[in-house]
């Protein structure tokens, strides 16, 4: 008699799914009380069971969520992609997998940067402030600046980074990561994008655009186009989209450099 191997299940229990994600069964169930994530089937018994493509909705859901999107963007993107086919579903995780690819390349840099660290303070050694920060600056965005603003923008960039001080470096570290976070706070307060305090917000974003060489208008007001065509791409792009909350925070970003930039240049 011919053994058989155990066939796969088709779905799997919500306490699997949670264990298996990391997450809890109460999550689960808010993600489909909220609409985010109904389970495929609910059994006579009342148990949860997700099959595949629930597994790959959750997936998303919990990339989007470890890439900083608020509940609502989520739920927007995959609204959006709802009646894709597995092949365009499959391309949105490609587009996922390639910002895991190039965090974990951030990420192995700045491993390598601390552990230099590490050992040159325990031997005795001298500091060096540009062996220090590999893996910290704004290189992570290369290819973007140098498909939109040329090589030239780029390499300019680069070379006031890398010839800062390490205490400008994390200044101006803490000043962009302030910047997104009270953009992040006024787009969850409900407030207008053409209101008093979001276009105080607005005319910070330009100044600190402007502060960085080869942005164009450095050191006086930045290109109209160049404002404009920043907030588009916080929108399109969700690493971007990351430091302001999420798309719909990128979105209300946007629209306030749009009012900015139409009033003042």
């Known amino acids: ?79 959006r992609d709802g009646g894709a086919s597995p092949a365009a579903q499959a391309r949105a995780l490609r587009t996922h997998l390639d910002a895991l690819r190039a965090e974990q390349q951030r990420l192995a840099r700045q491993i390598a940067s601390v552990e230099h660290t590490i050992t040159t303070m325990e031997g005795g050694g001298r500091l060096m402030a540009d062996e220090m920060f590999d893996g910290f600056d704004h290189t992570k965005h290369e290819a973007e600046v140098t498909e ?17 001080s390490a205490q400008d470096k994390a200044a101006y570290q803490e000043r962009t990561r302030q910047l997104g976070a009270d953009w992040t706070a006024a787009a969850q307060s409900g407030i207008a994008p053409d209101g008093d305090e979001a276009q105080v917000l607005a005319r ?33 792009d969700e690493r971007f989209a990351a430091s302001y909350g999420g798309v719909e925070g990128a979105t209300f970003v946007r629209d306030a450099l749009v009012v900015y930039a139409g009033r003042n240049l």
Do not use: C, F
């Open 1 to 79: 008699m011919t053994a058989h191997a155990p066939q796969a299940p088709t779905d799997w229990s919500i306490q699997e799914i949670a264990r298996l994600a990391g997450t809890t069964s109460r999550t689960l169930r808010h993600y489909d009380a909220i609409g985010l994530l109904a389970p495929s089937r609910v059994g006579h018994n009342g148990y949860r069971y997700y099959d595949g493509p629930a597994l790959v909705r959750l997936q998303r859901i919990l990339l989007l969520r470890d890439l900083g999107v608020g509940l609502p963007a989520v739920a927007e993107i995959l609204e």
């Open 148 to 164: 939109r603003w040329g090589a030239d923008a780029y390499r300019t960039g680069d070379t006031w980074w890398r010839g800062l």
């Open 204 to 236: 910070r974003h330009v100044e600190w655009l402007s502060s960085i060489p080869g942005t164009p208008g450095h050191g006086g007001a930045p290109v109209k186009e160049y404002v404009v065509g920043l907030g588009e791409m916080y929108v399109a």
